[in-house]
C-alpha cells in the first residue's frame, strides 16, 4: 500500500492500538487494553444509540461469560441474565427436551447482545477512560504490512480526514467492513445453505422456558427466549425473500403449524418489531492477520445464527487479541515485548473458528434435511435426532458442542 499523505489534515494522533468497530469484539478487546493501561481508540461508524440498540444475538456460553468476568466485564450480565440449563426438539408431532445442564452442570446465560454493548461500551468509556469516536465516514486503513500502520477517516463533526498512527489495528467492524478487505493476502472459504432464515423479533413472552427447535416438512422454525417480554423466532423461508412477503397472520400461523407438538402450548402471539430475512451463509479468512492488522469476529468468519454461535466467536477472538496485544506492548515497555501470542493468534483462533464451523453444518442438516424434498436426507436427519434421545455418548458429544465447552479459551 503506498505511504499516507493528506496535506490538508490536521496534525495526526498517535495511539498504541487503534480498534475499527465498536462491536462486542471491538469493545472487549478496548476494555482488556485500558485495564492494562495501552492507550487507544475505537472508530464507529454507526452513531452510539444505534449501537446499543442494535438487535442481534442473545446466547452466550458459559465459558465466554466467565472469560468477560475474569476482566470485570460480567457484573451486569450475571445479575440480569437468565440461565439456560436445556433445550427442546420438536418433530414428528412430538417433543424431546434435551437437558444438557443435568448432563454436564453447565448452561447458557441469554443476554441480549444490545444489553452486553451498552455494558462493553460504559465500561470502556466511563470507568477505563478509553476513547471512542462515533459516526466516522470512509475508514481506510493503511501501510499494515509495515511497522507504521495508520487508520484515516472523515471526522462526523468537521467533515476533514484525520489520521491515527499506531502500532496495530484490530479490525472488528464485521463483514461489511473495511479492515476485511485492506488484508493483502489470504484466502476466504465460503458456504451457502441455499435457504433463508425470516428473523422475527416479537413483544411476545417465550411459550417454553427454554430454545425450541421445530423441525418441519415445510421448513425450520425456531424460538429463542430474550426476556420475558420479548422473544427472538425464526421461520426458514427461500433466500432472497421479501419480509413483506410474511403479513403478521402468516407468521402466526407457520409458527403455530411449524411448532406444534403434542402437549405444548402455542406461541404467544405479539407485535412483530423486527422482521429481515437472513440469507444461510458462512465464511472464514484464512489467516485472520497480516502484518500489524488483526481481524476478530464477523470481520473475519461468519457462522450463520444456526448454532448461536457468531457471538461466542467473536469474543473469544477478542480475549485472545487483547491478551496478547498487553503482552506485546506491556514488554515494549520495558525488557520487549512478547510476540508468541500475537503469532499464534489466527491459528489459535481458527481451531474453534472451524469447530463452530462444523457444528452448525451437522444440526443445519438436522434443522433443514425433512424440509428438502429428498426422502434420502429426511431420513438421515431424523435419525441424528433420534440418537441424540436414545445414545448417551451422542448425547454427551452434542452437549459438549452445543456448550463450546470441548476446549477453554
Given at each position: 500500500?503506498?505511504?499516507?499523505?493528506?496535506?490538508?489534515?490536521?496534525?495526526p494522533?498517535?495511539?498504541?492500538?487503534?480498534?475499527?468497530?465498536?462491536?462486542?469484539?471491538?469493545?472487549?478487546?478496548?476494555?482488556?487494553?485500558?485495564?492494562a493501561?495501552v492507550d487507544?481508540?475505537?472508530?464507529?461508524?454507526?452513531?452510539?444509540?444505534?449501537i446499543e440498540?442494535?438487535?442481534r444475538?442473545?446466547?452466550?456460553?458459559?465459558w465466554?461469560?466467565?472469560a468477560?468476568?475474569?476482566?470485570?466485564?460480567?457484573?451486569?450480565?450475571?445479575?440480569?441474565?437468565?440461565r439456560?440449563t436445556?433445550?427442546?426438539f420438536r418433530?414428528?408431532?412430538?417433543?424431546?427436551?434435551?437437558?444438557?445442564?443435568?448432563?454436564?452442570?453447565?448452561?447458557?446465560?441469554?443476554?441480549?447482545q444490545p444489553?452486553l454493548v451498552?455494558d462493553?461500551?460504559?465500561?470502556?468509556?466511563?470507568?477505563?477512560?478509553g476513547?471512542?469516536?462515533?459516526?466516522?465516514?470512509?475508514?481506510?486503513?493503511?501501510?499494515?504490512?509495515?511497522d507504521?500502520?495508520s487508520?484515516?477517516?472523515?471526522?462526523?463533526?468537521s467533515?476533514?480526514?484525520?489520521?491515527v498512527?499506531?502500532?496495530?489495528i484490530?479490525?472488528c467492524d464485521?463483514?461489511?467492513?473495511?479492515?476485511?478487505?485492506?488484508?493483502?493476502?489470504?484466502?476466504?472459504?465460503?458456504?451457502?445453505?441455499?435457504i433463508?432464515?425470516?428473523?422475527?423479533?416479537?413483544?411476545?413472552?417465550?411459550?417454553?422456558?427454554c430454545?425450541?427447535?421445530?423441525?418441519?416438512?415445510?421448513?425450520?422454525?425456531?424460538?429463542?427466549?430474550?426476556?420475558?417480554?420479548v422473544?427472538?423466532?425464526?421461520?426458514?423461508?427461500?433466500?432472497?425473500?421479501?419480509?413483506?412477503?410474511?403479513?403478521?397472520?402468516?407468521?402466526?400461523?407457520?409458527?403455530?403449524r411449524?411448532?406444534?407438538?403434542?402437549?405444548?402450548?402455542?406461541?404467544?402471539e405479539?407485535?412483530?418489531?423486527?422482521?429481515r430475512?437472513l440469507?444461510?451463509?458462512?465464511?472464514?479468512?484464512?489467516?485472520?492477520?497480516?502484518?500489524?492488522?488483526?481481524?476478530?469476529?464477523?470481520?473475519?468468519?461468519?457462522?450463520?445464527?444456526?448454532?448461536?454461535?457468531?457471538?461466542?466467536l467473536?469474543?473469544?477472538?477478542?480475549?485472545?487479541?487483547?491478551?496478547?496485544?498487553?503482552?506485546?506492548?506491556?514488554?515494549?515497555?520495558?525488557?520487549?515485548?512478547?510476540?508468541?501470542?500475537?503469532?499464534?493468534?489466527s491459528?489459535?483462533?481458527?481451531?474453534?473458528?472451524?469447530d463452530?464451523?462444523e457444528?452448525?453444518?451437522?444440526?443445519?442438516?438436522?434443522?433443514?434435511?425433512?424440509?428438502?424434498?429428498?426422502?434420502?436426507r429426511?431420513?438421515?436427519?431424523?435419525?441424528?435426532?433420534?440418537r441424540?434421545?436414545?445414545?448417551?455418548?451422542?448425547?454427551?458429544?452434542?452437549?459438549?458442542?452445543?456448550?463450546?465447552t470441548?476446549?477453554?479459551y
Open positions: 500500500m503506498t505511504p499516507l499523505q493528506h496535506p490538508n489534515s490536521p496534525a494522533e498517535r495511539v498504541s492500538v487503534v480498534v475499527v468497530g465498536a462491536g462486542p469484539a471491538g469493545l472487549t478487546i478496548g476494555n482488556i487494553l485500558r485495564r493501561g487507544c481508540v475505537v472508530l464507529e461508524t454507526e452513531t452510539r444509540e444505534f440498540g442494535r438487535q444475538a442473545g446466547v452466550i456460553e458459559e465466554a461469560v466467565l468477560l468476568q475474569e476482566r470485570g466485564l460480567a457484573e451486569n450480565l450475571l445479575s440480569r441474565a437468565e439456560h436445556a433445550c427442546e418433530f414428528e408431532g412430538h417433543r424431546q427436551r434435551f437437558s444438557y445442564g443435568e448432563l454436564t452442570g453447565r448452561h447458557h446465560f441469554i443476554y441480549p444489553m451498552t462493553l461500551l460504559r465500561e470502556y468509556t466511563d470507568v477505563r477512560g476513547t471512542a469516536t462515533f459516526g466516522v465516514r470512509d475508514v481506510r486503513v493503511h501501510d499494515v504490512d509495515t507504521r500502520p487508520v484515516s477517516y472523515l471526522c462526523p463533526r467533515g476533514r480526514r484525520q489520521v498512527h499506531c502500532d496495530f484490530a479490525g464485521g463483514a461489511r467492513g473495511v479492515t476485511r478487505k485492506a488484508l493483502p493476502a489470504g484466502r476466504t472459504a465460503r458456504h451457502d445453505y441455499g433463508g432464515w425470516l428473523s422475527l423479533l416479537a413483544e411476545a413472552p417465550p411459550s417454553s422456558d430454545v425450541l427447535f421445530g423441525i418441519h416438512q415445510d421448513g425450520f422454525a425456531g424460538q429463542m427466549p430474550r426476556s420475558p417480554e422473544t427472538r423466532y425464526y421461520l426458514q423461508c427461500p433466500p432472497g425473500d421479501d419480509p413483506e412477503n410474511w403479513p403478521h397472520d402468516r407468521v402466526w400461523a407457520e409458527l403455530r411449524r411448532l406444534a407438538a403434542d402437549g405444548s402450548p402455542e406461541p404467544v405479539g407485535r412483530l418489531i423486527e422482521k430475512v440469507d444461510m451463509h458462512d465464511y472464514v479468512v484464512e489467516p485472520m492477520a497480516s502484518g500489524r492488522l488483526f481481524l476478530a469476529g464477523d470481520a473475519a468468519h461468519l457462522v450463520a445464527p444456526i448454532a448461536a454461535k457468531g457471538m461466542n467473536a469474543l473469544h477472538d477478542a480475549f485472545l487479541l487483547g491478551d496478547a496485544l498487553v503482552a506485546r506492548l506491556h514488554g515494549e515497555a520495558g525488557e520487549g515485548g512478547d510476540d508468541s501470542a500475537l503469532a499464534g493468534y491459528e489459535a483462533c481458527l481451531r474453534r473458528v472451524w463452530y464451523q457444528f452448525s453444518q451437522w444440526l443445519s442438516e438436522v434443522y433443514h434435511g425433512p424440509a428438502a424434498g429428498e426422502p434420502f429426511t431420513g438421515t436427519a431424523l435419525a441424528r435426532l433420534r441424540l434421545f436414545a445414545s448417551p455418548v451422542a448425547a454427551a458429544a452434542f452437549a459438549e458442542q452445543y456448550l463450546g470441548a476446549e477453554r
